[in-house]
C-alpha cells in the first residue's frame, strides 16, 4: 500500500518562504494524482493544490496560486510545494494525498483522495 510522508514544515516569519516535500513509498506512476490540503485549527480540511504527475497538469486555488508552486520530482518519488509570502493565515497541519485510480484526467481539490500522509506543521507568525 502506498504511504506518503510529508517533511519541511516549521515556523516561518509573514513574508518568508518553506519547501514541503511528499515522499512516496513506492514509484510515482503516470497516471498518480497527488494533492495537498491543509486544515487549520477549526477549520475544515482545504484542498488547495494538485498535479496530474505525467503531464505537469495542474490546478491551484485562487487563494494560493500566485504564492504557491506544485511540482513533481520523479526520480525521487517526491511532489514538491514551493510556498512563498507566507501570511498568518496559511497557518495549518499541510497535507499531501494521492489518488492512484482517478476516474477524470483532471486532478481535484475535493478531498475523495485515496491514500493521505501524516501531515506536517507550518507556522506563520511573526
Known amino acids: 500500500q502506498l504511504q506518503l510522508v510529508e517533511s519541511g514544515g516549521g515556523w516561518v516569519q509573514p513574508g518568508g518562504s518553506l519547501r514541503l516535500s511528499c515522499k512516496a513509498s513506492?514509484?510515482?506512476?503516470?497516471?498518480?494524482?497527488i494533492a495537498w490540503f491543509r486544515q487549520a485549527p477549526g477549520k475544515e480540511r482545504e484542498g488547495f493544490s494538485c498535479i496530474v504527475v505525467g503531464r505537469g497538469v495542474t490546478h491551484m486555488l485562487n487563494s494560493v496560486k500566485d504564492r504557491f508552486a506544485i511540482s513533481a520530482d520523479n526520480a525521487e518519488n517526491t511532489v514538491n510545494l514551493q510556498m512563498f509570502d507566507l501570511k498568518p493565515g496559511d497557518t495549518a497541519v499541510y497535507y499531501c494525498?494521492?489518488?492512484?485510480?482517478?476516474?477524470?484526467?483532471?486532478?481535484?481539490?475535493?478531498?475523495?483522495?485515496?491514500?493521505w500522509g501524516q501531515g506536517t506543521q507550518v507556522t506563520v507568525s511573526s
Open positions: 513506492e514509484i510515482i506512476r503516470q497516471d498518480d494524482h
Open positions: 494525498a494521492a489518488d492512484r485510480n482517478p476516474t477524470s484526467p483532471f486532478c481535484t481539490l475535493q478531498d475523495t483522495y485515496e491514500y
